[in-house]
């Protein structure tokens, strides 16, 4: 590869809620990754599961018939197969052309382990972690499961199935009041963002709540509400992973909503945070700790709650694929530890290749 640039497929897009989000992630990476070291290969997924090769500004409805398919449609059409062998879309196969993958799909399908399942059987090095820490970490209930198990402290919570819920929703309204009371949070157990997220601050608010949390998720979860602040760290790394310079959320709106994170132009955000240093580094240690719980690699946005009345660090959740535009939180982190935006590409590629060859040390024969 010495004598040509390396060929790097950002991904972006994807069946999700998040996909505007992952629209602009993948924009920012463009125009900021180093063209003279690396050759782009923009990979969108549109909202209803087509993989084209468009770029981010192309991927809307209208103006992709001239893009090149890279696979099968996810919608089912039996028109797919034939019209890719009549050349009325030019197709080519995962992997062909490719170096390493730059997958930016925040959310479902994309950040819950399935499309690094795909580059797992294609062979292809991938920024970001292996299959079983981005499904874990994408997965509240399995993420607080593992947070536990490592004596990482979390708020109370209920894990509730969306059959349940519509099953006897009676019981399940007395049991949420009973067991973790008011206010509280009600979430999809599998998505980003805050996407389907509400703050309930009474029993007449939790039906409607649970209501708008499984139209996104088949497993909703319901955390303690606490009045807290709200901090958030960076982790960079494989075997070695470093923590970022702790950040402050400061919303301007009830809690920190999909509205504050993206359109609010009230939302601050503080680095470094205001807090003691002893806080600061408990919550950079406690970053690193989660991240290699997880067995997470690459890259991931740490989430935290201080309580403001006790001075308590709860862990609250790990994003394995953070927002990653030039104004997201995970890419300011490290801009202020310094790491600029663009060499954090580097980094993160760089550490990508590292990690697909060291599993590329592992057999995968056995003769007896």
Known sequence: MA????????????????????????????QAIDRDRYEVIPVGITQ????????????????LEAAGRLLP???????????????????????????????????????????????????????????????????????????AANGLPSVSYLPVRRADWERDPRAWLDEIATRIGFPCFVKPANLGSSVGISKVISAADLAPALNLAA??????????????????CGVLGNDAPEASIVGEVIPDREFYDY???????????????????????????????????????????????LERESGRVYLNEINTIPGFTAMSVYPRL???????????????IALALARHGDEARNRTEYEH
């Open 3 to 30: 004598d040509r640039r390396l060929r790097v497929a950002v991904v972006y897009g994807g069946r999700s809620g998040e996909h505007e989000v992952s629209i602009e992630s993948a924009r920012s990476v463009m």
């Open 48 to 63: 209803r599961g087509r993989w084209l090769l468009a770029d981010p500004e192309s991927l809307r409805e209208g103006l």
């Open 73 to 147: 449609s996810a919608e089912p059409r039996s028109s797919d197969v034939s019209s890719a062998r009549r050349g009325d879309s030019p197709t080519i196969t995962l992997g062909e052309g490719m170096d390493v993958v730059f997958p930016l799909v925040h959310g479902t399908y994309g950040e819950d382990g399935c499309l690094q399942g795909l580059f797992e059987l294609a062979g292809l090095p991938y920024v970001g972690s292996s299959v079983s820490a981005s499904a874990v970490g994408m997965d509240k209930i399995l993420m607080k499961s593992v947070f």
């Open 215 to 232: 139209e996104f998720s088949a497993r909703l979860i319901v955390e303690q509400g606490i009045t807290v602040r709200e901090l958030e």
């Open 259 to 305: 509205e504050a994170k993206y359109y609010d132009p009230q939302t601050k955000f503080v680095i470094p945070a205001d807090i003691p240093a002893d806080v600061a580094e408990e919550v950079r240690t406690m970053a690193v700790r989660a991240f290699t719980a997880l067995g997470a690699s690459g890259l991931a946005r740490v989430d935290f709650f």
């Open 334 to 348: 490290w801009a202020a530890s310094g790491v600029p935006y663009a060499d954090l590409i580097d980094r993160l």
